[in-house]
């Protein structure tokens, strides 16, 4: 049997505190301002208050049992929404990689009870001139539709552009 090292926790299974602590584990990696581009989410309580949000879908990323990252839909609309990436520094590279696949995989492959799936894809913009973050999109599934100057590059993530057993990480 393959050994997995991934694992997803939703925010309501996390406190408050344990929330922050995605939080603070964010800031010390310096990506506060990557992720939350728009200027949104800048503290603590501005972190929290979003995440309890009942339109803000929140998974915590796990490797080992150790929180490495994190990955937030929002605005919703049918079967598609945004997504955001918030990976922690002592993980950026192929854990980094691998736990987003495993993230996106997970949601997209997610089905109610009656076997529709939950989603169909997800959105993303992201600030054109972070090429780190865009090289990183690419490789955990999205496809870049096109670049808006000044927003960034728009991407879509789908079925069709996730491999199934991306969930055995």
């Keep these: 049997m393959k050994e997995r090292h991934c694992a997803i926790v939703s925010k309501n299974m996390l406190t408050d505190y344990g929330l922050i602590d995605f939080f603070d584990?964010?800031?010390?990696?310096?990506?506060?301002?990557?992720?939350?581009?728009?200027?949104?989410?800048?503290t603590r309580a501005h972190f929290v208050?979003?995440?309890?949000?009942?339109d803000v879908f929140f998974f915590g990323l796990l490797w080992d049992g150790e929180t490495a990252g994190f990955l937030i839909l929002d605005r919703?609309?049918?079967?598609?929404?945004?997504?955001?990436?918030?990976?922690f520094k002592k993980f950026w590279g192929h854990k980094a990689r691998?736990?987003?696949?495993?993230?996106?995989?997970?949601?997209?492959?997610?089905?109610?009870?009656?076997?529709?799936?939950?989603?169909?894809?997800?959105?993303?913009?992201?600030?054109?001139?972070?090429?780190?973050?865009?090289?990183?999109?690419?490789?955990?599934?999205?496809?870049?539709?096109?670049?808006?100057?000044?927003?960034?590059?728009?991407?879509?993530?789908?079925?069709d552009t996730v491999e199934e057993s991306w969930m055995e990480a």
Excluded at 49 to 54: E, K, M, N, T
Excluded at 76 to 87: D, K, L, N, Q, S
């Design 25 to 42: 584990r964010l800031k010390q990696s310096n990506a506060v301002k990557a992720v939350f581009y728009g200027g949104d989410v800048e």
């Design 49 to 54: 208050g979003f995440i309890r949000r009942p």
């Design 98 to 159: 691998t736990l987003a696949r495993f993230g996106v995989a997970h949601l997209l492959y997610w089905q109610h009870v009656g076997g529709a799936y939950v989603f169909d894809g997800f959105l993303g913009i992201t600030p054109e001139d972070n090429k780190l973050a865009v090289r990183f999109i690419q490789k955990v599934g999205a496809k870049i539709y096109c670049t808006i100057p000044g927003i960034g590059v728009i991407s879509h993530t789908s079925r």
């Design 76 to 87: 919703i609309e049918g079967r598609w929404a945004r997504i955001h990436f918030g990976m």
